[in-house]
């Protein structure tokens, strides 16, 4: 349906149309015990766990886990490329559709040759106020062929619709439905009316069809609005139709360049921002690989059967014994060690 692009008053200024188309794991580190859904670590045997050694402030520690606590976790970043790869992505698809859409290149409206006829120009001067009605019809035919849109401009006396409708606007509409019927016309409606005191009393508006929106754009429409509204106002360089014509002319060119449209740009901008800061914090926060704790790393696997520790003659720190060749805190050699084992290989005593 047709919609307002606009229009102005003797003494109200001009003013804008209505609404256009817009085209974890956490781990012990001594006796506690931790797990999640996939990696646990305990200070007691479970299935499936493995015996690690590790020393802290001279000590031996034994942990019991299901994976190798002494390399890098990288099981949050790996569901982190999932879930973003699943989720994330699309929305990132969307975020830059957006800014693709927001760049248009305007194409000239292709809806009457399509329909295989040629519109008529439509100029009716109710009031008899034109000057040149030969100029006006050449500027309108000049911006039919650059754009594909059809202008029609009419005048009427503001009795015409002041009685029956509560604004020009209304008039406007109900003419383009009643006169167009298609949305590829741009209609553009003057009333005037000289009041007792010799004060013109003119209005004008203008009623554009759905189709035209990606052309006459509502910044489009607004800054034609301003510049025609200027010129009707210099009524000692401009006649009506003079107006009109310069106007239009000022802007056949205008409406065919490539644009941006601010607010779907805005828009862009912000989910762009929004979404970079989201994936950042998730990733610092979540995904970011996660080293073994400092204690964790230099840990050996422990498959004795049977643990007994010893300290060390030089440092005093206790090592477990048959784990080490050299003191695991000094560095001093470890004397070697008998040891009396029971029927099933058990070490029970050392010598």
Sequence with gaps: ????????????????????????????????????????????????????????????????????????????????????????????????????????????????????????????????????????????????????????????????????????????????????????????????????????DWYWEGMQGDLTDPIITSERAYKFNISLQNRLLQRDTYSVDEAIAATLDEYRPVMMKTYVDTVRFVIFLFMFLLFSGLSVLSFFTTAKPKKAPENYRNAKLCELTTVYQEACGFCGGVYIIGMHTECPHCGAAIPAHHYIKDAQGNVVQIM
């Design 1 to 200: 349906m047709p919609h307002s692009s606009g229009g102005g008053s003797h003494s109200g200024g001009s003013h804008s149309g209505g609404s256009h188309s817009s085209h974890s794991s956490s781990r012990s580190s001594g006796g506690g015990s931790s797990s999640s859904s996939s990696r646990r670590t305990s200070n007691q045997p479970f299935k499936g766990a493995k015996r690690y050694l590790y020393y802290s402030n001279n000590k031996p520690y034994l942990v019991y886990a299901n994976y190798d606590i002494r390399k890098t976790d990288y099981s949050s970043l790996i569901s982190y490329i999932i879930i973003y790869t699943i989720f994330f992505l699309p929305i990132l698809a969307g975020v830059f559709w957006v800014m693709i859409s927001s760049v248009h290149v305007p194409k000239k409206l292709d809806y009457f040759e399509n329909k295989g006829k040629k519109p008529e120009i439509v100029i009716e001067d109710n009031l008899g106020i034109f000057e040149d009605e030969k100029a006006l019809k050449k500027s309108m035919k000049a911006f039919y062929e650059e754009t594909g849109i059809m202008p029609a401009v009419i005048t009427v006396s503001n009795e015409t619709w002041n009685e029956d409708y509560s604004k020009l606007e209304n008039y406007a509409y109900n003419t383009y439905v009643k006169r167009f019927h298609d949305e590829a016309h741009w209609l553009i409606i003057y009333s005037s009316s000289y009041k007792d005191n010799g004060f013109d």
